[in-house]
């Protein structure tokens, strides 16, 4: 049960899973991003794994080389010989990336990109956006298993102008692999210390027509105790269940679908002021459901693409003590979206490629919340138009600028941009880049509306506004075998919402986050790799205090 003046989303708990039978509702999926490739040299032939495309920088398939971003792109591969089977774990190596947990395996786990906070991180799965209404906006990763995933896009910088008011720190697209070959079934299980159990079961194929994927995961740990000085276990158990296919009924048309169900039961422990953590009996269990259906057609020769998508989510968490109901919090969303890309060559004219991307989409966001003190029934309308033009001089010079305009039931509208720039110089294998963009975040439902016996939402808050910019360099040598990357990046926040007494007020002033993120990557042989990240965060408010949850340094190594 959420504790005084605490967020829903704050504390979570649990005792056993009960894993129900489950139905996937089986859903249409968004184009499918590029496969990586490897880029080696003549001299020293395959040596580190590098993504050909990247999706999410510009919402369409845009070459590493050409993204001006700050972008860190994740291989299934990687997943793999890590061993990674939460997907908060593999995002702790990502330059710019904080990732802070709030107890063992299962607890409520932020990730927040650049000093923002948690719910300015948005978040997709398989083209749909999981951040959660219901829990301020923000996506928990406690539960999220590593399942069948293909590739993890980070996009880091303000992102509204594509992506809307939770991209204000930057964007994490996590994409699942599609069937293909000859129908095959992969089996997994392993077994740990702490009662641990981990277990994966697909079943995949698929023709140059179809593709399908059914897959099923299950974690469980028997945990150490939340509280520090805590004799009891907090056990924590999740399944998924996760279903995918799509279908082309001629070369230039497809229609595609997902669906993916999470239960999960995490045991915790309740908080007494001034002491913190205790042992108590207080257990949260959580269902959530995501799906999407979507259209594709390339026409005139694929330089014409339309996409027409429907996503649906359902996000639920009851809190319980001693196994007896306490509060619920249920969100929800409901997204229509249209997209057209349009590509044109202008070979005379300094060899250009131009890509032109207009897009929309109406949203839904839906919140229900039950407690002893309160009965919340609350929903948002909101929709948005969106264009963006590319493009890319001489096989070298990249420019792209984006515009968003979005139209709010609850706030007044507000329109967002974004510009970025990259150079590639082909001989040196070096990009220079830089990007500038502007942000918008609304309140959340429990920042306006939000109850419980220590906290009074304010329906007076004003969205968020920022700006933020970035430059940085990337750097190929030694036959590819070394990759690194340096970005400096500078960030303002105004009327930035913050907790006042036992309610939220937006704090008069500019909050003011900079920092430089440092990636490297080393094959000093065939078969090794050590890749390596640093991230120098200074963050603090208008009155000059230090953003809470923000460490100044972060570091991460690791070696395969």
Known sequence: ?????????????????????????????????????????????????????????????????????????????????????????VLREVPGVAVSSSGPTGSLTQVRIRGSEGNQTLVMIDGIVVNNPAASDEFDFGNLLAQEVERIEVLRGPQSALYGSDAVGGVINIVTRKGDGKPKMTLRAEGGSLSSANGLATVSGGTDTYNYLFSATGLHTGNISVAANG???????????????????????????????????????????????????????????????????????????????????SQDQEYRDKGTKTSTYTGTTAVVDYKTNYLLATEAFLDARHTFTLGGDLTYNGVQSWSAWSDLDKSNNEG?????????????????????????????DSTTGRFTGAYFFDRTGTKVRGSYGTGVKNPTMFELYGYTNGYQGNPDLKPEEAYGWDVGIDQQIWGNRVLGDVTYFNQRITDLITGSGQTSINMPGTSKVNGVEVGLTVVPIDNLTIRGAYTYTNGEDSSGAELIRRAPNIASLSVN
């Open 231 to 313: 004799s009891e276990k907090d056990p924590f158990s999740a399944g998924t269940l996760l279903a995918k296919g799509g279908f082309k009924p001629t070369e230039e048309t497809e229609v595609s679908a997902v669906g993916r169900f999470t239960r999960s039961l995490f045991d915790g422990d309740g908080f007494v002021g001034g002491v913190g953590a205790v042992d108590d009996k207080s257990s949260t269990l959580t269902n959530q459901a995501f799906g999407r259906v979507q259209a594709q057609a390339n026409l005139l020769e694929n330089t014409w693409q339309h996409v027409l998508g429907f996503s649906a989510t």
């Open 384 to 412: 948005s138009l969106v264009g963006q033009y590319q493009v890319t001089l001489l096989n070298a010079l990249t420019l792209t600028g984006a515009v968003r305009q979005d139209f709010n039931e609850m706030f007044e």
């Open 1 to 89: 049960m959420p504790q005084s003046g605490t967020h829903p989303l704050a504390i979570r708990s649990t005792s056993v899973l009960r894993l129900a039978p489950l139905a996937l509702a089986l859903v249409i999926l968004p184009a499918h991003a590029e496969d990586a490739t490897s880029a080696g040299s003549p001299d020293t032939g395959v040596d580190v794994v590098l993504p050909t495309l990247v999706v999410t920088a510009n919402s369409t398939d845009t070459p590493v080389s050409e993204v001006g971003s700050a972008v860190t792109v994740i291989t299934g591969e990687e997943l793999q010989q890590q061993q990674i089977r939460l997907v908060s774990d």
